[in-house]
């Protein structure tokens, strides 16, 4: 393209030259938007948003001494956008044996011309004019592809040819827009909707594969790049069959809303197959069997049925993006290639289905063998209840399995427009002011304001005096809980006092005070400690019934768990120590005695009887130094004299007093 969008002064004349001629070649073609004329024109699919043109055998050798001439068309007040997919023509001085020019018929800007050696500098080219004339000529020449041209409005920037690859990304989520045309172009397809497509796979012409977008529609396209799989299983999908690949490092997943497989309700048939086996055996091929999910046959009409049909039916109204279906799936080889779809809301009156053209009925490619499944987009979708399925050719025998692909319809109501009321006169005057300023979005009724009011306030109330109620409750039921609970901090089982407790013994249980000492009366002798144990710091309370801190271990069978003890670093400071209790010993009468003279003090030993007997105790005066107890002769014994006359082996005992 040469600087300010004009040719060089060599080629004008050229120009000039191949205009005139293509508009002498056709004339009356050129009057609508998007047409074409000439003997070397290609595939060519023209819409007034997006195309796609190509030359005579592309991509094989273009033929010598041909002319084609388009004229693309865009809607007021948009722009043109083309995008070079592929110029391939055989070089020449300012490309006079072939070459493609682009001119603005109205302003006279010209655009080229291009060929081998000149091809664009940019794959995107950005016109300012709604209206572009393309003009290709070929003379003889040896070698050569020929062209391939796509163009959208200016409304998508992100227009891509048709020829673009997955390869051509690195980003992971890519988002562009296809042109119409691309499903016969030449380029090859590995994967299905399910898998995933090969990241070779030409874009574009996956995308019609998916069922994003129609082939003379073009469209919007979004898709990821993830990580690649082993094999791409092929599969036959809106007239295009792809190809079985081998592993790749991406694979494109085409983001497809609205894909769910809808459940059908009933299943209705124009008729169905009463086959009888050559045993004998009966096999009804009924319309219930006419379920994709269904194993074994499926649904078929009576042999002489003429216009055979299916119908399924949805329960409600659903929004239907896509129809699949299969053959016979057995022993039998029986499967439609072509059908045509209508729909019908109510079960009574069909509209027949004519995809994006809307002038004629569309005929979808069916299958072509009884195992494998095809699928077939509705771009637009169908909003309906009900869809039949009419078969228009079959092999051997029309026989079907069908499944739809939706989802729910969303309901979206429109907003009501804001209509202010208008209040009504009042004879009777009023101090409130005559003129009331509406508040958008907001009508109000001036006479049923005040009541409404009301009543919110009343409801309010309510709420808020349970609320106060409810939270007065639970603070009495928590304060009773709490003076129920209260145990002084004695616990059953773990002897702990805190010293911030404090207590009395009111409020102890009778169990509690029944293993507390009282204080002892006068001459009762009972109640006399042992000299050998030291008072405790804590309340004496019974070993019996352990509910208080003691110095004995409480018994087991009270529910007392001895505390896990790992090594003697871990009790002090941690938990309680407690003496073992006395083995039980004989209990003798101890009645009053005379009080002793002075200067005698009772004494008390013990003399091991025999094996397996208790130490005999017993009660002595106090001996005078030198001498010996009773019945002890004085011998070589070991015994050893103590500072008060006794055996060192003597130990000491609890004291019992016993009559004189």
């Not at 004329?37 to 948003?49: E, F, I, Q, R, Y």
């Not at 901090?489 to 005070?513: D, F, H, N, R, W």
């Not at 409480?554 to 003890?565: A, F, K, N, Q, R």
Request: aromatic share 8%; proline share 8%; charged share 15%.
């Amino acid at each position: 393209m040469r600087a300010g969008g004009r040719t060089a002064p060599g080629a004008l004349v050229l120009a000039l030259a191949l205009l005139r001629r293509c508009l002498l070649l056709g004339p009356l073609g050129l009057r609508s938007a998007g047409a074409q004329d000439g003997n070397g024109c290609g595939h060519t699919l023209l819409t007034p948003h997006s195309g796609t043109l190509s030359s005579k055998n592309y991509p094989g050798t273009y033929p010598n001494h041909t002319m084609c001439c388009w004229q693309l068309q865009a809607p007021p007040g948009t722009s043109l956008l083309l995008a070079f997919g592929d110029v391939d023509l055989e070089p020449s001085e300012h490309c006079a044996l072939s070459s493609l020019l682009l001119t603005d018929p109205q302003t006279g800007t010209a655009y080229g011309p291009y060929c081998r050696n000149t091809i664009p500098s940019a794959p995107l080219l950005v016109t300012n004019s709604s209206t572009v004339t393309v003009l290709f000529n070929s003379t003889s020449h040896r070698s050569g592809r020929g062209l391939l041209l796509s163009y959208a409005t200016s409304q998508h920037p992100d227009l891509v040819s048709c020829l673009v690859r997955g390869t051509h990304y690195t980003r992971e989520y890519v988002s562009v827009y296809c042109p119409a045309g691309c499903k016969d172009i030449h380029g090859d397809i590995w994967g299905n909707p399910s898998q995933g497509y090969r990241d070779t796979s030409v874009l574009c012409k996956a995308a019609v594969h998916a069922g994003v977008i129609a082939d003379e529609l073009g469209g919007q396209v979004t898709l990821s790049r993830e990580k690649g799989i082993t094999l791409y299983e092929s599969a036959f999908a809106n007239g295009l069959r792809s190809k079985r690949g081998s592993l790749s490092e991406k694979r494109l997943m085409f983001h497809k809303a609205c894909d769910d497989v809808l459940e059908v309700v009933t299943f209705n048939a124009s008729s169905w197959w009463h086959e009888v086996g050559v045993l004998g055996q009966d096999r009804a091929w009924v319309a219930e069997r006419a379920a994709l999910s269904t194993t074994g046959h499926s649904w078929a009409a009576e042999p002489d049925a003429q216009a055979a049909w299916l119908e399924l039916d949805l329960g409600t109204r659903r929004n239907v993006t896509g129809i699949i279906t299969k053959g016979s799936s057995e022993q039998h080889d029986y499967y439609v290639t072509s059908y045509h779809v209508s729909s019908s809301r109510d079960g009574k009156n069909w509209r027949p289905y004519r995809g994006s053209s809307g002038q004629e009925e569309k005929v979808f490619e069916g299958n072509a063998d009884s195992q494998g499944e095809v699928s077939n987009a509705f771009i637009p979708p169908i909003i309906a209840r009900y869809i039949r399925v009419t078969p228009q050719s079959w092999h051997q025998r029309v026989a079907l399995k069908v499944a739809l692909v939706g989802c729910h319809v969303a309901r979206v109501r429109a907003p009501r427009p804001y209509v202010p009321s208008v209040p009504k006169e009042v004879l009777e005057p009023t101090s409130r002011p005559a003129s009331r300023t509406p508040i958008p979005g907001i009508a109000l009724d001036p006479e049923k304001a005040g009541s409404t009011l009301l009543v919110m306030l009343l409801i309010g109330g309510f709420v808020l005096f349970c609320s106060c109620l409810l939270l007065l409750a639970f603070l009495c039921h928590r304060k009773r809980k709490s003076a129920a609970e209260l145990n002084c901090g004695i616990t059953k089982g773990y002897p702990k006092l805190e010293s911030s407790q404090v207590c009395s013994l009111q409020s102890l249980p009778a169990s509690s005070l029944a293993s507390f000492p009282m204080a002892p009366m006068p001459g009762d002798l009972s109640r006399t400690h042992s000299p050998e144990y030291a008072e405790p710091d804590l309340v004496q309370v019974n070993p019996c019934s352990q509910t208080g801190s003691s110095t004995f271990k409480p018994l087991v069978e009270e529910g007392y768990t001895l505390p896990l003890v790992l090594s003697h670093y871990d009790v002090p400071g941690k938990h309680h120590e407690y003496a073992e209790p006395l083995p039980p010993e004989p209990e003798y009468a101890m009645p009053f005695s005379e009080p002793e003279p002075a200067g005698m003090c009772c004494s008390t030993c013990s003399i091991a009887g025999p094996a397996g007997c208790s130490p005999v105790q017993y009660q002595t005066p106090a001996l005078r130094a030198g001498e010996l107890p009773a019945g002890v002769e004085q011998t070589g014994s070991p015994y050893s004299e103590s500072s008060h006359g006794w055996p060192r082996h003597c130990p000491l005992a609890h004291v019992y007093h016993e009559a004189l």
